[in-house]
């Protein structure tokens, strides 16, 4: 079954400790990428990669980090979080295809940073 | 700057009372239009990708239609089944810097009563 997992669920956290949210796609897609979505803000991409190594920054990029070592995996890390962080994220892929560009998202990951 | 504008941002409806929601859009060049319904708490599920003006496609009670600057998803006699926040993205021509990038509308909350 095509799918994009994210791990974990949910997540509370302290402010300052650093934590990693996980994705991955099992559809052999070049693009990821992770979005946050907030009440009356919609969704709001955070950073994108559109393959290996390629990565760079959405509308919203302050205190994330990804990285992309191999094609399936796209890693979220919050090296300091802070309260205003606390959202619901959603990890996405799609391929570069010109006809079959939707994007498939993963389950969300609810962040809570008190 | 691609701007995504959706409306009503909620709709009640009673059950078999069939309506639109409107995604008016501007882009520098549309690669596609997408249509997505998201359930609460969890991932946007895709349903209709629409690349051109005139352009139309369904599935069971939904049929989205595009025009050069908007996009209807009509809703024929609901069920209480399809209630969900219905949201539309646009993506611009495929560009070096950009990739599969999305520009989410803030959503439409659907609710039918049964």
């Known amino acids: 079954e095509a799918q994009v997992t994210q791990n974990p669920r ?3 956290t302290v402010t300052g400790k650093k934590l990693t949210v996980t994705c991955s796609q099992n559809m052999n897609h070049e693009y990821m990428s992770w979005y946050r979505q907030d009440p009356g803000l919609g969704l ?10 390629v990565t760079d920054k959405g509308d919203v990029p302050e205190g994330y980090k990804v990285s992309r070592k191999e094609k399936r ?6 090296e300091s979080p802070s309260p205003n962080q606390t959202s619901l994220y959603f990890c996405a892929s799609s391929s570069m295809d010109t006809q079959n560009t939707e994007a498939f998202f993963g389950q969300g990951t609810r962040l809570t940073v008190v | 700057e691609d701007q995504v504008t959706q409306s009503p941002e909620a709709l009640r409806l009673q059950e078999g009372e069939s309506s639109s929601l409107n995604c008016s859009y501007t882009v ?3 690669r596609g239009l997408f249509w997505y319904r998201q359930d609460p708490g969890k ?3 895709f349903l209709f990708t629409l690349y ?3 352009e139309e496609k369904e599935k069971e009670r939904l049929k989205a239609t595009l025009t050069k600057k908007e996009s209807f998803l009509h809703i024929t006699a609901p069920k209480p089944e399809d209630s969900a926040t219905y949201l539309c993205a646009v993506q611009a021509t495929l560009a070096e810097t950009s990739g599969s ?4 509308g803030e959503g439409t909350q659907l609710t039918v009563n049964p």
């Not at chain 1, 709001?44 to 190594?53: A, C, G, P, T």
């Not at chain 2, 990038?101 to 989410?104: E, V």
């Open chain 2, 28 to 30: 520098s060049g549309l």
């Open chain 2, 52 to 54: 051109s003006a005139g």
């Open chain 2, 43 to 45: 991932g946007p599920e």
């Open chain 2, 101 to 104: 990038r999305l520009t989410f």
């Open chain 1, 44 to 53: 709001r991409q955070i950073y994108y990669s559109m393959n290996v190594e």
């Open chain 1, 10 to 12: 949910y997540l509370i």
């Open chain 1, 73 to 78: 995996n796209f890693p979220l890390i919050l």
